[in-house]
């Protein structure tokens, strides 16, 4: 990675919003807890009571400080989808290669695993795979990886197959390169960039299924503080104090489209620069 | 008063977004049926200036000044309808690849007519505009040939169809940029037949874009040869070709091969050592795509210190066949001795001692290195290969095979983006070098590249050679094979058609096929 392509991904002021939004996102998420106000199941006042200068947000349905609850909360949405959408490209990303390189029999039988989750409508597959064993963050993680390695398999599979046909490819292999070799030196570097801008998206999916699973109650239990959660559990308040739920929201929103900017610009400005 | 000249540039200047300059102070003119071929190499602005006559300009690039008056009227002053007017209607133009140019989800039919409807043509009388075209060109007008699709139809048919495309409205000026240059030489030929007669017929005139001066030869009245976004020679085709008074002109002239037919120099250096040992002996090889065999029944052998020229147009399985000894394309038959012993068919079931005794170099460097590897890097891997370990020996290998291929030190850090074509195809050069091979094959690896580029690359073989490297040169450049081939096997539909010594074969063809190609090859006096 070159740091022309960074300068070229950040040539747009859309592009260096979106940066400027992530990061005060993550920031937000992470270091939210160490200055949040209040403790995030403390009972500060009456439920839904309005904002005021000791309550930014106002308090929740059970009278606690939604701004300290929306400090804690964006940690759990934003760790469980970067470990879901990192370990996907872990799993999928040398099946790909693979699949792509060698074909053969593993080749087809990956193909129709991966034809059957595409089958399955992503939400429902979640629900039940989650009431089946249990509400646990692991599992979610399992599950978004399930649904997510097969799309990134079939890109990189695709992309593998395209470079394969590359003659510098057929040159290593008529002068007998390892299968090594060709896979690390010659495949993976070039599979690897159209895989990264693919990332933000992917990424974005993993947040939004978290954060619909958190608002179904089947993310963290309560009393913790999760943005999905919080919406959810603060609906029958939304006409009073529809700030509680608006900040979970419109941070999940903000993060996505951040993100997926980000992404985009970046997926731009890789066919542009010449060293990548 | 006297008709206006039909096209007239005046100082063009065209920039990059950078400010850099394209294109600077082109004027020409081009009179009633006159063909004029704008020379030059990649990136001498050529093509920029063949666009800019439709008053387009690439992505990327800006006409800066001038003027480009196409019957009197500058087509840079007028926009919107009126240029669309003008882009088609008085002004067309023959794209390079005829297999990218068409829309591949439409008939050929609806796309000649969205062509004329765009300039107001209607109903019948459109139809039978359509119909007269392709006769002109030597295609069946029958409403089944509309409703063929692009890849129904091959390269030459369509680029007689963009041929016809841009007849079809009766412009004045018709923009060619490298109409022959994907085809091979029995249908260049053709193809350049029938520019010929219909310029003459349609008494249009032509703006010919070619990197090709054999080609020029055929088609040109006047010459105009472009140099890193300037002219620097203009006039007449013969006083150009006979007495070039620019350097660099009489240097593409020079760079371009010859057909030579009496005793090659190269040959006769050579002719003792041939016979002493031979490196490769292919036999009865019978190759197959899927189940529809390409390569039926092809021997010949290839001696230490010998270059094969292994020639034919496109489809004649040539390809295929330096493919199959190199172990890239297994589903044949036959048998190929190498060095003495029988070699199966497979990369994978091939000894390592085999595999680097024998190198391919591909035809396009750009696709035959690894984009993200630097030179250094992809040479000293395939030195590393060789069981060589130590980086500081390893390191003096690259640089020295560098050397050999004659490209300088400071390349070793560059990325293949950085590097010319001609630069690209050394480094692969290079790279099967350092397998230290007995023998290369050479697939199509000038055909890319530009004359002058290409006269280097030839002398940088004609160097390996000497050193009793053996090599299969396949190519479609009868003249090329000429300056470098001591033995010449020419292919038609899987078949040899004829083989033998270069200089015999050439001179006294025996086989018709043999005698079309070099007619059809164009030739400079």
Known sequence: ?276 | MTEAIPLVVQSLFMHDLNGREIVGDVSLHVERGEVLAIIGESGSGKTSVALSLLGFARPGMRISSGKILIGGTDILSVSGRQKRAFQGGKVSLVPQNPTTSFSPRMSVGKQMAELLAAHGHTGTGMKQLMRQALRSVDLPDDEKFFRRYPFELSGGQLQRIAIAMAFITSPQVIVMDEPTTGLDVSTQQTILELIARLVKSSSASVVYVTHDLAVVNVVADRVAVMLSGRIVEQGGRKQVFAAPSDDYTRMLLDAIPRLVTDCPAAAREAEGAIEIQSVLEVKNLRAAHGHVEVVHGVSFSVGKGECVGLVGGSGSGKTTTGRCVTGLHSNASGSLLFQGHLMPFAVSSRSKADLSAMQIVFQNPDRSLNPKESVAQSIARTVRLTGLADRAQVGAEVRSLLDRVRLPQRVVDLYPADLSGGERQRVAVARALAMKPKLLVCDEITSALDVSVQAAVVELLLDLKKDGLAMLFITHNLPLVSEIAQSIIILKDGNIVEAGKTNEVLRSPQDLYTKMLLGAAPRLN
């Open chain 1, 1 to 276: 990675m070159s740091t022309s392509v960074l300068r070229l991904t950040l040539a747009k002021p859309a592009a260096r919003i979106a940066l400027v939004l992530v990061l005060v996102i993550v920031a937000l998420a992470s270091l939210g807890p160490y200055f949040s106000p209040y403790a995030f199941d403390e009972v500060v006042g009456a439920p839904f009571a309005p904002i005021t200068y000791e309550h930014w947000l106002g308090t929740d349905f059970l009278g606690r400080d939604t701004f300290s609850r929306f400090l804690y909360g964006g940690r759990t949405v934003l760790v469980v989808a970067l470990c879901a959408t990192v370990a996907a490209y872990i799993v999928a990303v040398p099946l790909g290669i693979y699949s792509g390189l060698r074909r053969g029999p593993l080749d087809v039988l990956l193909i129709a695993i991966s034809d059957v989750i595409y089958a399955l409508p992503p939400a429902i597959f979640l629900l039940v795979l989650l009431a089946s064993t249990g509400p646990s963050l692991p599992t979610v993680i399992v599950g978004i990886v399930i649904l997510h390695s097969p799309r990134i398999f079939r890109i990189v599979r695709l992309i593998t197959m395209d470079i394969s046909k590359n003659e510098y490819v057929e040159a290593a292999f008529a002068r007998g390169e390892s299968w090594t070799a060709i896979c690390f030196l010659d495949i993976l570097p070039n599979v690897l960039t159209p895989v990264l801008a693919d990332f933000g998206v992917r990424l974005c999916g993993s947040i939004i299924l978290y954060a619909s699973l958190s608002y179904l109650g089947l993310g963290l239990p309560p009393p913790a503080a999760d943005w999905g959660l919080m919406i959810s559990e603060n609906r029958i308040g939304i006409t009073i104090s529809p700030w509680i739920a608006i900040a979970p929201a419109l941070a999940i929103a903000a993060f996505s489209v951040a993100v997926n900017v980000l992404a985009d610009s970046f997926a731009r400005s890789v066919g542009r620069s010449k060293e990548i």
